[in-house]
């Protein structure tokens, strides 16, 4: 697959030049010009490479401001820089969470909130999707030992925002841990685009932990790890994932500097991904396809089988329209989905384009 020209949602695909409808690049920032000569220039200073983990020679200069960038971003004391999104789910569940301790996840949470549990050692319980109720009586079960709690903020397969202030209240009516990991609400949910915590107004005591990814909204690659100046420092000790892997290529550093700054200075990106996810719901209601309550960019058509969901994508590649099948293990059974996404990127025309085809292509309900 290879993208058609910069800035734009067309790609080619096998030969097919098609627009694409599953990207996660929602501010249109994976080609930005300022983005992509960030990069050039880091790497012919700095090499491709950061030659080793953070913790001997690899941790560098534009690691250091980034990380002092996405504090002053996200309101918190201080901030780490993983490798991968997986990465710093996996090292902050086993930095927090003991043997005598318990993990509590959504049941829908993405595989490495899930997995983070399962490798703390700690007793993982998963209670039934934006459950809050539920969640309350396994931690009031609770006898012994730290309970952590992890939840999306935006659910990847969904598009809904978790209930974070009500699973806020339950942690602290029960001295529970919260961390939410925020991949897919940074940079384009709230007010300025600080994620799913503005849109909720929850502040950093209510939210110890904000996990953030940069492969999503800002568009290049990697992750952090967002809290107090303790936190920052137990995950510097204790996150394996954090210690024992070479460090984010400094290129990398550079390139997210520049696309954070640019999803600040360019705020009507924001607005336009958002604009774009109400017209597309518009014009899908009114087209009788059924849709999910998601209001964030990420636009799920449940099709329920995985066959349906194939033939699905498959007809709407051939009307020029990549949306991938997303089938089980990565949801339920019996839920298999188109999960269109709209990006900044995408022209007005194109989403008209989708909905005809969908409404060709989807039987109405």
Known sequence: MRRETPESAEIELDGRRCVDFCSNDYLGLAAHPQVVEAFIDA??????????SHLV???QALHEALERELAAFTGRERAIVFSTGYMANLGLARALARREDAVYGDEL????????GRLSGAKLHRYPHVDVAALEQQLAAQ????ALVLTDGVFSMDGELAPLPALAAACSRHAAYLAVDDAHGLGVIGETGRGSLEQFGLTPTQVPALVGTFGKAFGTFGAFVAGSEDLIETLIQRARTYIYTTALPPAVAAATRAALAVSIAEPWRRERVLALTRRFRELATAAGIKLGPSETPIQPILLGSAEAAMRASNALLERGFFVAAIRPPTVPADTSRLRITLSTAHRDAEVEGLVAALADVVSPE
């Open 43 to 52: 790497a012919r200073m700095h090499g491709v490479g950061a030659r080793a």
């Open 143 to 146: 006898e012994s030992g730290t």
């Open 109 to 116: 949470n993405h595989a490495s909130l899930i997995d983070g």
């Open 57 to 59: 020679t690899g941790h």
